[in-house]
């Protein structure tokens, strides 16, 4: 990789390119931003997530196979989710050990980036808030937390907003019960987590509940809702970013 | 009476419906297992500190299992040095057999066990019941739930799942000259009395074993009643059992270790209790057991040792503290896996032991979120094994794993088919994608099992990839028209 980055690519992800692209188009503009190019390969889908946490490994391994192909370039990838991103850094390498793309998997992994920590840790942005004062909620997910140790750098990048007040849930560290494909198989131990976490996010009285990645913003979104349609709104935390310094902030 | 099944697998759904809609259950749950994190925290308030120790304590368990087959060897010349005397069990049965032939041959038929989740695991009680011996629980925890007929819902603190009023109904209804009361002072000092009364006529005293120490063939024996060092010196015979994987090398890894165990179990920074078992009374001693007798416990566990991967699952210290952590045992508690371990561990050890056709279920019942992992005092990677015995539940790859493919259904793995067509066919997908936002209004929305407790989820209007490509061609006509 060359020491100054003038060149990125983007890992749109599934969810986002059908639920959320709004909050990957706001990722691509922060990036833009810093005058970066960025680069959106048509031929990408999924990182293969789901069925590796459903033990369908070989499904996953062909996935894993078409992304290495597919972000070749010796270039970063960054991926506007903790989860996502923690498939193609932590999980690509132990699932493609023994492939012949083994090599690629482990130089693929140590170019990938959480959006946040990319913004704060690489390219250190400074954020001006021009939106009125605010009480935002953030949720950061366990892979984000865990897997990607990423955590602060959303926080930190939330906090550079002046007219931000942000707090966290009660048990902040608790998951929602999203999981991928735990959330449908066993939904009602899912529903139980995140009514908690629903009551956890209200308590906090913030208009707007953050997180950066879409899985759980659509669980406990969703669940909000679900309860109450004059719920609080969510939002990716790049979307927020973008819209409290962008001029447009309302 | 061990209770346990056979099969968790079955009726898994049923029992996880029946936790669920018990507010008393899960608030118990909740209240005591935000206090046991809590705890623990206190006792790590340096995260550097911490990890530092959890990659000594990882890599001492680590080292012990490298030359387990040696270390077992070492132990056994050690304690039989020591006066120890040493048995081998392939599996429960036979376990158990030598476990009561070694209690007839003393003549006596009052036992009184320690607490001993290999014994749980083993189902001692009920051969002891069988062979027509009495067999008390000396753990109050143990000791609570024996009574009531149940089983343990948590390796570390049994009767967890039981509130004092219930423990008070109890205790007045099973205890001759008991009053009610809901005092629990008062109500320990009740158990209390019949322990005691129990250890002063016991023949023989079970345990089981936290570490064994091959390089001096000595058991330890953690805990805070006083009641393993009753049920270990006052009978006349005491019967230790433990599973292979237990054995560490030397004395000097011991500190780490115990370290380690009572932080993450209970957040103590030391029990009341740490028992250096070396032996039997010796000639010039007054008390203490005539004679000690270890059962070497394997039930699985050599298999679980031959796979790179699934052994590290044997470096566990059973502190508890996955389960203490797991946000899905603290909604369903202990009960619901049906399982001797419940819990991340559990979900872990169950298949191995069991078979993926009997317990592959219960790894379904986790979101993968971390937590147990990285609350494991020895770093056991456990949502990777969990994620591991699930691939070789759908599988037909080599597994050591018994029932392995067993968990595979074709519903599920004709969706896998379809979704990986559709997703290594780019064109494929971005026309899918394209369908799902132009048909958003119609499309049906998502399963009813997601949208029973949140509000259904509609496609965009246009997907990434498509608002990029007319970004893209936007441009290139731009820069046409500027040529």
Redesign the interface.
């Known amino acids: 990789m060359s020491p100054t980055i003038d060149r990125v690519y983007f890992f ?1 992800t ?1 969810l ?7 909050a ?2 706001a990722a ?1 503009t922060l990036l833009e931003r810093e005058g970066l190019e960025v680069l ?1 390969p ?5 990182c ?1 997530q ?10 996953a391994r ?2 894993a196979r ?1 992304v290495i192909e597919t972000f070749d370039l010796p270039i970063p990838i960054i991926v506007p989710s903790g989860s996502c991103a923690g498939m193609l850094r932590k999980h690509y390498p ?1 699932l493609m050990a023994g492939d012949p793309l083994e090599e690629k998997a482990n130089q693929l992994a140590t170019r990938v980036y959480e959006l946040h920590e990319f913004l704060h840790r690489v390219l250190n942005i400074t954020l001006e808030d021009q939106g009125k004062p605010t009480r935002v909620v953030m949720h950061t997910s ?2 984000a937390r ?2 990607m140790e990423v955590m602060d750098d959303g926080l930190s990048l939330l906090r550079q907003l002046g007219n931000v007040e942000v707090c966290e849930p009660e048990n902040a ?3 929602c ?4 494909t ?14 908690d976490k629903c009551a956890a996010v209200n308590a906090t009285g913030a208009s707007t509940l953050l997180s950066s990645d879409c899985g759980c913003l ?2 406990i979104h ?2 909000l ?2 309860r109450n349609s004059d719920a609080m709104p969510a939002e990716h935390l790049a979307e927020f970013l973008l819209r409290r310094t962008s001029g447009d902030a309302s | 009476m061990s209770g346990f099944s056979p099969n968790p697998d079955q009726n898994f759904g049923v029992r996880i419906q029946e936790a669920l809609g018990n507010e008393e259950l899960r608030e118990s749950f909740h209240g005591a297992m935000t206090f046991l994190r809590e705890k623990r925290r206190q006792q790590f308030p340096d995260p550097d500190a911490l990890d530092a120790l959890r990659t000594r304590g990882a890599a001492i368990r680590e080292r012990a299992l490298a030359q387990l087959p040696d270390l077992l060897e070492q132990l056994e010349g050690q304690c039989q040095h020591n006066g120890i005397r040493v048995h081998w069990a392939e599996d429960a049965a036979e376990a158990n057999e030598i476990i009561t032939g070694i209690a007839r041959k003393t003549g006596g038929k009052r036992v009184v066990k320690g607490k001993s989740m290999a014994t749980e695991e083993i189902g001692l009680n009920t051969a002891f019941e069988n062979a027509g011996f009495s067999c008390l629980e000396s753990d109050m925890g143990e000791y609570i739930v024996q009574q009531a007929h149940e089983t343990p819902s948590h390796i570390i603190m049994p009767a967890i799942h039981r509130n004092k009023a219930s423990i008070a109904r109890q205790f007045a209804e099973q205890i001759p000259d008991t009053p009610y009361t809901e005092d629990v002072d008062e109500l320990i000092g009740i158990g209390r009395r019949v322990l005691r009364r129990a250890f002063a006529d016991a023949d023989i005293g079970i345990s089981g074993v936290n570490f064994a120490i091959a390089e001096t063939g000595t058991l330890c024996l953690v805990e805070n009643e006083g009641n393993g060092r009753m049920s270990t010196t006052v009978p006349d015979t005491h019967i230790a059992v433990m599973g292979i994987e237990k054995v560490i090398e030397k004395l000097s890894d011991l500190p780490d270790l115990y370290r380690l165990l009572t932080r993450s179990a209970t957040g103590q920074p030391i029990t009341t209790y740490l028992n250096l078992i070396s032996g039997p009374r010796k000639p010039d001693e007054i008390d203490g057991p005539r004679q000690v007798h270890l059962v070497l416990l394997d039930n699985g566990r050599s298999r679980i040792y031959a796979d790179r991967q699934l052994r590290e699952t044997l470096r566990c210290i059973r502190c508890g503290a996955c389960m203490n952590h797991c946000p899905v045992y603290e909604r369903l508690g202990g009960h619901a896996y049906g399982t001797v371990y419940p819990g991340p561990i559990g979900q872990v050890v169950m298949p191995q032991l069991l078979g993926l056709d009997k317990a592959g279920k219960l790894t379904q019942a986790c979101s993968l979120n971390g937590a147990c992992g990285e609350a494991c005092p020895v770093k056991i990677p456990l949502p990777d094994l969990i994620r591991r015995l699930r691939h070789d539940g759908v599988s037909r790859t080599d597994s050591p794993v018994r029932g392995q493919g067993k968990q595979r259904k074709w519903i599920e793995a004709t969706i896998w088919a379809t979704w990986l067509s559709i997703h290594t066919h780019p064109r494929l997908y971005r026309l899918s994608t394209l369908m799902a936002t132009r048909l958003r209004r119609l499309m049906p929305p998502l399963p009813r099992a997601w949208t029973r407790h949140r509000s259904p989820l509609r496609p965009a209007a246009r997907t990434l990839h498509e608002t990029l490509q007319q970004r893209e061609r936007a441009r290139q006509k731009e820069s046409a028209r500027e040529q």
Request: hydrophobic residues 35%.
């Open positions: 749109g599934c986002i390119d059908v639920f959320y692209p709004g990957g188009m691509i959106f048509q031929a990408q889908t999924c293969g789901p069925p590796y946490n459903s033990g369908y490994d070989d499904e062909t996935i078409q132990a366990c892979s865990r897997e560290e608790t998951c019960g999203f999981g991928g735990f959330a449908v198989k066993m939904s009602d131990v899912s529903a139980a987590m995140v009514a659509m669980n969703g669940a809702e679900h």
